[in-house]
């Protein structure tokens, strides 16, 4: 997960430890390290390949990444973004919706790329639908990012807005081109969607 902003600190402090976010990173990086030792046949066996469906691997997927800058940027914004929603939902809740999310999120890629042989792999999905949940619950929250060489305080409507925009305008042009770069744009957009929505619809984390 990249953005053409990069977020470093949001001002939204949190009243509990967020044990399921440490975890969940911790899992993810455990799980990498281990992938090293035969990347490809790991990823191959373990990664969501929608041409060959196996649900087993829809879970599995969410643990793996295919290299440093991937891992580093999707557990960047799952630690930066993850704690204030883990808060608000509560740890089992958080992690429960932490997999749903990853899981409709495959389910989208899977239905917009289903002859599809890559093996579609990362935290990405889940992460997007962390980023849902987020805007559901704080858009006016300020969030501090570096773009264009220079430091800025925006709003997180502002900043996850511009990144989900872009992976809307990502994912139709790779609809209509037929080409995607690798990056599954409509897993981010259904992982996106599905936190938004599960968390306005169920106002989860509003009193």
Known sequence: MKAQFLPYSDENPTESTSFVTYGLIVANIVVFVWSLFDMENVLYTWGFIPAAF???TIVTSMF????IE?????????????DNIED???HAHYLGFYILAGLFAAIIHF?????????????????SGILGAYIALFPRVRVKAIGFYMSMNVSALWIIGSWFVLQLFSGFVSLISGVSGGIAFWAHIGGFVFGYGYTRILKVGTS
Request: net charge positive.
């Open 111 to 127: 239905l917009t790329n289903p002859a599809s042989a890559i093996p579609t792999i990362g935290a990405s999905g889940a992460v």
């Open 88 to 90: 608000k939902f509560g």
């Open 54 to 56: 196996a649900p087993i």
């Open 64 to 67: 793996l990444h295919g290299g």
């Open 70 to 82: 991937h891992i580093v940027f999707n557990m960047w914004f799952l630690f930066l973004f993850g």
